[in-house]
Every structure is written in structure tokens, then in C-alpha cells.
């Protein structure tokens, strides 16, 4: 086992902690971005001037808003001194002449008080010249509206193989995007210190590029610039890039005003004018052979883009990485492009592609396990990778025996074949409910594709008291980060986890971070935290050797204890060590770096091994359809996934939890909708709020939820042998749909091949049940009349 993921004992990591901030959570005392600002009586306040067209060239007029009471100024294109642009691609103007969606901002208003900002920002005159918008995808494929650039990942011969498969399907299909809704909007609070810094409160999960963007903005070195991020009410990955934008406004602000700037969006204006998961139109064609082995799959992803290419090239990267999922796939093309359309810019969303690559193999497996009459289980277990196989890309699937493994035991925890005869009993009693079992396996790749994200650092102080203090690049959503990295620091320093603050993530203390995203934060801050606090220690054990006579390799921390290889020999306070180094001139502080090792990619080849290592889960949902509204209630989940060996088991098991419940939204809850129609609201989001937006809530939590750790998974070369856990679980949902699939057949006749809309909403389900029924319908009317020549439900 390697150094990194080795455990001493007496670990802090691994024992079950509380949310570091879990009571100020509970209680309402945890401070946000925006409560800072309303501390601040002196702040005045943006808001926007939206477009009210998908696009058109545009003019603004802003001297009636001057005029309004509490209107200090209003920012338009003419007071950048920088570079114009909220974006790295250089093609996200901040005050754009052409908009570009409906509810972009075009201006903004700064106010002494939101309601005289607002009514400013009402004043403003915009003139606008429409100009022809693309609003889907198929209209974008029709007008070759595409950016950025295509990639392919192809091996073996897909073609031929398809053209001799005894079995082949094809169809198109479309998964929908997923709106982030953050119990905290995007908010910034900027002011300008004594000295000309700019100061940045954001509530943003990339702080280093916050800067960039606001120095680009400004005109200004990144070192005049200093982002903080104190903690965030939820990001998804909706405040990986989104932010800076609206950072860079309340910036410019600040410096053209020289009074504090606060912008917060309401509900309404994060819905409208803030980006999505993307939405994806797959195309796709499959080859089977007679026993359910498929022999070969070729598919073209198109992603709903939006106006600009923010992440879409990466999120468009990491899909095709994970067309394969779980499964073993001879011979694979995969083609991904980004369509162009007249909304907002679609962006990071948990799981950044992951969730929409995998939904078209599981999608495919769902459709066709009924015509190939085999079990929908039984089909995708004959189709698990098996070690030694490689990925379609060419890295190898390490570890592939735990995906065996933990299929194994959520079938047998689950009770899933007893469960299966009671749910057939179940359906023979009942003609207008219908009730389902499905397991579904997860494979996801953990790293950033961006081989130069894959680093971290960490700035450890150790006061002479004994008390430690840690900064480093991770920013909090939530999630869980801090508290694991207070426990790496206590592990790593042997200290109680009580003596150990962590401060809030800023760019002057940790610079050139990378975003917390890819589920790899944990990793990458967490191998940089232990780094730092073992270069103190290994100082601190010099100090503590001369005072207890002994070789400094015997030297043992722990406990906040200081002590030889002998339990029963002396021992010195851990404060009493530091501070003796204080007066020995030792240095109590250490910058800590980690790099992840053993990736490389080609990014034009699309070949290479971008992942660390790949984490594992499987999860088995029982569901139950009413036939008359399609509505669904999940009445039992078993999971059973894989974290190595956890840092924090209570924060892995919520994780865990909430990705699932996430990932059941997207696939059968939540719908966007825009106007596309003809009229003058074209381009419109309707669903704009939690009225017309249905997330998930209590009412639709499983009434059983099972969750368990895979045990003895230490994962080697990873910070005391854990794994990441943000985004895989969010994947395990797809058994929630393929049961809602399977159910929904119950209502037809025995090969009844179910297409499922994504989301499957009561609406899209009831559409499937009709569907279902009126096949039934079909096969009885074709038994009264007599047998005919059989159709071959395949395009050969």
C-alpha cells in the first residue's frame, strides 16, 4: 500500500462526524455571501436589464433610468476598462449588442436599494432588432448551428459488426436538462480596500478563475484581485463557471462607484438567466447477438449548448467517456457535438455528462432486454466488463471484480428475486397499478479530463498552543469537503479533530486552485492538506526526539499525544511539542501541493487514461405506477457503493442519498420548458419557478432506502485509500427509470418494448401506459382473428 492512502491508527478519518457546519445549518446561523451584504448599510445593489427577445441586435438608452430616486449608476459596455468578456472562450460578452437569449442581461442598474435598482433597471430604454433564433436541437441540427469542436471515440469496427449482428436496433432519443435551484442564488459582494484591492465575496465553486474573469474585466493583474468564498448554500456545478460573470459586475462596480456592490439573483432570474444541465439528442444504433452479448454500438450525441460554449466541450468529452457505463462494448463508435441554440449557456451540472453518455446504453439495454425476450438483470449482468478489458478509449478497467461484487450483494440484501414473485403476484391482482423491481449498475471515471486541473494546494499553521489552522483550494457547497479535510489535518498532525479550525477558501492564501468539481476535491486537497501537515510533523518529531531521548523515525503522534514506539513509555503534549519548536526556531507552517499521477490523455485521439481510478455502485428500486394518472411512487431503494475506505461515512452516506434523490428528479421530475413557438414571447423559459418546475421532495423520497458502503475497497494511491463520491451516485437513479420502464410494460402484453420520455413526468408515463395497453389490445384482436406471419421487431 502506498504512503497516501496508508492509516495510522487511532485515524480521525473514517470515524462518523457531524457536517462541520451542520448546526449553523439547523439552527439558521451559517453566514452566506449575501448575509454579508446585508451587513453592509453602505452597499448598493445590481440588477439587471434583461433582453426580452431569444435574439436580436439591441441598443440601450439609459438616461430615464438615471432619473429614477436611488439610482447611483448605470453599466453598460462603455465603462469596461478591460476585456468585455464573462467567459474563457472569448465569446460570453458581459454587455453584449446582440442578445442572445431571452433574459440576458443587457445593463445593469445599481441602486441604493434593490426596488430603486429594480425600477431603474424597468426604466431603461432597449431597442431591439429581431433576428431568426434556434431554440432546440433538431432545428439546430437542420441549420448546422454548431460550436466548438467535434470529437469521436471509436474502436473496432462498428460498421461491419453492426451489418452481421443477428440482432440490431436504432432509434433516437432525448434526455432533458435539470434546472441546479441552489437553496442559494448566485450572489457577490465586492468592495475596494485602503490599499486599491478588490475585494470579492462569491459564492462560487471556482475562486481562482472568479479572479481571472474579474481582472480581465477590470484591467488589472490577478494579484489586485482577491476572491473569497466563505461557504455556498449548493452549487451542482451551476457556481463552477456561472459566477464570474456576475463577480466581474459587482467588481466594476465597486471600482467605478467606489462604494460596496452586492448582486444576488432572485428565483426568477437564476432560472432565467443562469445555466443548465445540458440537454441531449442521441441517435443510435445497436447489435446484439442471439444469447444478449452486444457485439456493437455506434451513436451521435448532440448537446444543447446554449448561446456560448462555457464547459460544453468537456461535458461533451466526459459523455462520450461513459456511453460504455459498466459494459463490455467490442466494437464502438461514439461521435459528440455541440448544437448551438438561443438560451442560456448550458454548463456543469453533477455527473458533467457522465449521467446523459450512460443513458444511452441504459436506455438501449431497457428497450431492447423485452424483444430479445431476456431479462432486463440478467441482460445487463452479461454485459458487465470483466477484469482485464479496457475501455473504449483505452484505460483499463481496474477493479472490475468489484463491479461483480456489489451486483451481488445488492441482489441478495435486496431480497431481489423473492421481491420479483411478489411483485408478479402484485401485478395479476391489480389491472390499473402495476408495480416494478430494476437494478442498474454505475462505472464513473474520476479525474478531470483537463489532465492540469488534476492539482491542489493547502496552507497549514500550527500556533505554538497547539491549535492548527488550515486553508485550502476546496471551496463548500455542502457536500462535506471541510469536514473531510478536518479530519485528514487531525489524522495526518495526530491531533483531536476539536483543535483543528479551517478558514474560509480564498485565492491569497491557496492560489491558481482548480475548481471543485469532478467529484475529485477530496482527492486532490486532501493529498495537499496531508502533505503540508506531514512536512510540520516530520519537523515537529526532530523537536519531540531531543526531548524524549529517542530516534525521531520512532517519534508517534497521535490523540494529540507525542510519544516512542512504547505504550507505556512517556509522552508529551502535542502542544508542548509545538511550542518547544517555536522556541527552537522550527517552522510551524508548510504550503502543501498534490498532483494526481498516472493520467494522460489525448485529447485529439480521444485515447489515453484520463481517470484515476473508476468508482463503482449498483442500485435495485422498487416502484409502483397508478394506470389512470402514470403517477409513480418509489417504495424501496437498496444501494449498495463504493467510496474505498471512506474519510467520512456520514458524509459518503448523504452524498449518496441526495445524488440519488437528485438523479430521480432529472429523470422523472423535473422538466424545462421554453416557448418555442412563433409568437412574441419565443425563447421564454416557462418553467420559472418552483410552481411550474416540480423538484423532489419529501413526498417522493423512497419509503425504504437502503444504503451501504462496499467494504475492504481501499483504493491505493488516493489519500488514505478513499474514493470520490459527488457524482457517481447520482447515475444509480437510472434504476428508478428502467423500473418505472418495467412497470409501465406490465400494463401490455408479455415483449412489449417500452419508450420511456426523459423526464418520465406522470404525463410521459401515462402516454407509455396507453401505449402499453393499446398493444395489449392489438396482440388480443390478433389472437381472435387467427395467427399471422410474424414481424421481426428489429430492423432486419
Not at 442564488?185 to 485602503?194: E, I, N, P, R
Not at 442521441?282 to 460554449?309: E, P
Request: hydrophobic share 40%; charged share 20%.
Amino acid at each position: 500500500m502506498s504512503e497516501l492512502a496508508a492509516r495510522p491508527s487511532h485515524a480521525v478519518v473514517g470515524t462518523p462526524m457531524a457536517h462541520e457546519s451542520a448546526s449553523q445549518h439547523a439552527t439558521g446561523t451559517a453566514v452566506y455571501t449575501d448575509d454579508l451584504a446585508a451587513r453592509r448599510h453602505d452597499a448598493l445593489t445590481a440588477w439587471p436589464v434583461p433582453s426580452e427577445h431569444a435574439h436580436a441586435l439591441v441598443t440601450i438608452d439609459v438616461r430615464q433610468a438615471l432619473s429614477v430616486p436611488g439610482v447611483v449608476r448605470v453599466l453598460t459596455v462603455d465603462d469596461v476598462p478591460g476585456h468585455n468578456d464573462a467567459g474563457v472562450k472569448d465569446d460570453e460578452p458581459l454587455f453584449p449588442s446582440e442578445a442572445m437569449f431571452h433574459g440576458q442581461a443587457l445593463a445593469w442598474v445599481l441602486g441604493e436599494t434593490p426596488e430603486a435598482a429594480r425600477l431603474g433597471a424597468a426604466a431603461v430604454e432597449v431597442g431591439y432588432e429581431p433576428l431568426p433564433s434556434i431554440l432546440t436541437v433538431p432545428e439546430a441540427i437542420e441549420a448546422g448551428s454548431f460550436q466548438g469542436i467535434p470529437r469521436t471515440i471509436r474502436r473496432g469496427e462498428p460498421e461491419a459488426a453492426l451489418a452481421t449482428a443477428p440482432h440490431v436496433f436504432e432509434g433516437i432519443s432525448e434526455v432533458g436538462g435539470q434546472e441546479h435551484f441552489s437553496l442559494e442564488a448566485q450572489a457577490s459582494l465586492a468592495h475596494v480596500d485602503s490599499e486599491g484591492q478588490v475585494f470579492v465575496e462569491c459564492s462560487t465553486q471556482h475562486p481562482s478563475e472568479t479572479q481571472e474573469i474579474v481582472a480581465h474585466v477590470l484591467g488589472v493583474p490577478n494579484n489586485r484581485v482577491t476572491v473569497q468564498c466563505l461557504r455556498m448554500g449548493g452549487g451542482f456545478g451551476g457556481k463552477e463557471m456561472q459566477p464570474h460573470g456576475f463577480a466581474a459586475v459587482a467588481a466594476l462596480g465597486s471600482v467605478l462607484t467606489g462604494r460596496p456592490v452586492r448582486l444576488r439573483l432572485n428565483r426568477t432570474q437564476e432560472f432565467t438567466m443562469t445555466g443548465k444541465r445540458h440537454p441531449f439528442h442521441l441517435a443510435w444504433k445497436a447489435g446484439f447477438d442471439d444469447d444478449g452479448h452486444i457485439l456493437a454500438l455506434s451513436t451521435t450525441l448532440t448537446a444543447d449548448g446554449g448561446w456560448s460554449l462555457d464547459l460544453s466541450e468537456p461535458v461533451m468529452g466526459r459523455a462520450l467517456c461513459h456511453v460504455d457505463s459498466a459494459y463490455w462494448i467490442p466494437n464502438f463508435v461514439a461521435h459528440g457535438r455541440v448544437a448551438k441554440t438561443h438560451k442560456t449557456s448550458q454548463t456543469a451540472f453533477r455527473g458533467f455528462g457522465g449521467p446523459q453518455g450512460m443513458f444511452v446504453i441504459e436506455n438501449i439495454l431497457g428497450r431492447v432486454a423485452p424483444v430479445l425476450g431476456i431479462d432486463p438483470a440478467t441482460l445487463r449482468r452479461r454485459n458487465f466488463y470483466e477484469p482485464g478489458q479496457t475501455t473504449p478509449y483505452g484505460q483499463p478497467v481496474r477493479h472490475a471484480e468489484r463491479l461483480h461484487d456489489i451486483w451481488r450483494q445488492v441482489r441478495d440484501g435486496s431480497d431481489f428475486d423473492e421481491r420479483r414473485a411478489a411483485v408478479a403476484e402484485f401485478n395479476a391482482r391489480h389491472p390499473d397499478a402495476k408495480r416494478a423491481l430494476a437494478i442498474t449498475p454505475v462505472k464513473f471515471g474520476i479525474s478531470f479530463t483537463l489532465t492540469a486541473y488534476n492539482q491542489a494546494g493547502a496552507l497549514v499553521h500550527v500556533y505554538k498552543d497547539g491549535s492548527v489552522l488550515i486553508n485550502h483550494g476546496g471551496t463548500e457547497m455542502g457536500q462535506g469537503l471541510h469536514t473531510k479535510m478536518l479530519q485528514v489535518a487531525a489524522t495526518a498532525l495526530g491531533v483531536e479533530v476539536a483543535s483543528v479550525r479551517l478558514a474560509p477558501t480564498r485565492t491569497d492564501k491557496v492560489p491558481n486552485t482548480s475548481a471543485t468539481a469532478a467529484s475529485s476535491s477530496a482527492d486532490l486537497n486532501g493529498g495537499a492538506v496531508k502533505d503540508a501537515c506531514e512536512q510540520i510533523r516530520d519537523r515537529m518529531a526532530a523537536v519531540a526526539a531531543r526531548m524524549l531521548g529517542i530516534d525521531e523515525r520512532d517519534v508517534r503522534f497521535g490523540r494529540g499525544r507525542v510519544s516512542g514506539l512504547r505504550p507505556t513509555g512517556p509522552s508529551l503534549g502535542f502542544a508542548e511539542v509545538a511550542n518547544a519548536a517555536y522556541d527552537a526556531r522550527v517552522q510551524l507552517w508548510a504550503a502543501g501541493f498534490y498532483r494526481t499521477e498516472g493520467l494522460h490523455w489525448d485529447t485529439e485521439a480521444m485515447q489515453g487514461s484520463p481517470f484515476k481510478y473508476f468508482s463503482y455502485g449498483a442500485a435495485a428500486t422498487e416502484v409502483e405506477v397508478d394506470g389512470f394518472t402514470g403517477a409513480t411512487r418509489i417504495l424501496r431503494v437498496d444501494i449498495v457503493h463504493d467510496v474505498g475506505d471512506t474519510l467520512s461515512p456520514l458524509i459518503d452516506l448523504g452524498q449518496i442519498e441526495g445524488g440519488y434523490v437528485q438523479g430521480v428528479g432529472w429523470l422523472t421530475l423535473e422538466e424545462l420548458r421554453w416557448d418555442t413557438g412563433d409568437g412574441p414571447g419565443r425563447g421564454r423559459l416557462l418553467t420559472q419557478s418552483a410552481s411550474t418546475y416540480k423538484l423532489p421532495s419529501f413526498s417522493e423520497m423512497p419509503e425504504v432506502f437502503n444504503v451501504g458502503l462496499f467494504e475492504r475497497a481501499t483504493e491505493d494511491g488516493v489519500v488514505y485509500g478513499s474514493k470520490a463520491v459527488g457524482e457517481p451516485p447520482l447515475m444509480l437513479a437510472f434504476s428508478a427509470r428502467e423500473a418505472i420502464r418495467e412497470a409501465v410494460a406490465a400494463f401490455g402484453p408479455g415483449g412489449h418494448s417500452v419508450e420511456l420520455a426523459s423526464p418520465a413526468t406522470p404525463e410521459a408515463v401515462f402516454r407509455a401506459i396507453r401505449d402499453a395497453r393499446r398493444a395489449a389490445e392489438g396482440v388480443a384482436a390478433d389472437a381472435q382473428a387467427g395467427p399471422e406471419p410474424e414481424l421481426m421487431p428489429v430492423d432486419r
